[in-house]
């Protein structure tokens, strides 16, 4: 399934400087792998090194939320947007 994949500023350095780029997947883990398979280096920043989705990265398909559905297992239909969000700090 096709989907569009919207790339906050710090990861753009990763896909040319594109803020919204297409990729390719059933599910999110899917999309992810062939994110990095397009983009190298993306996946690293928002998966840990078990594989899991980073406890500071949100990532949403459409307008769901990954952690309360299936995470990396949720389903991404033809023509969903994917939206990865890096969580911010401050004070």
């Known amino acids: 399934m096709s989907v569009t994949v919207r790339i906050p ?3 753009r350095t990763y ?3 594109r803020a919204e780029v297409g ?3 059933a599910t999110l883990g899917d999309v992810i792998a062939d994110l990095e398979k397009n983009h190298t280096g993306i996946a690293a920043r928002v998966l840990d ?3 899991r989705l980073r406890r500071f990265v949100n990532v949403y398909v459409n307008d769901d939320d990954v952690r309360f559905e299936q995470g990396l297992q949720t389903a991404t239909p033809h023509g969903a947007g994917v939206s990865i969000i890096p969580a911010v700090a401050g004070g």
């Open 49 to 51: 090194d078990q594989g």
């Open 9 to 11: 500023t710090i990861l």
């Open 15 to 17: 896909t040319g400087g």
């Open 23 to 25: 990729a390719e997947g």
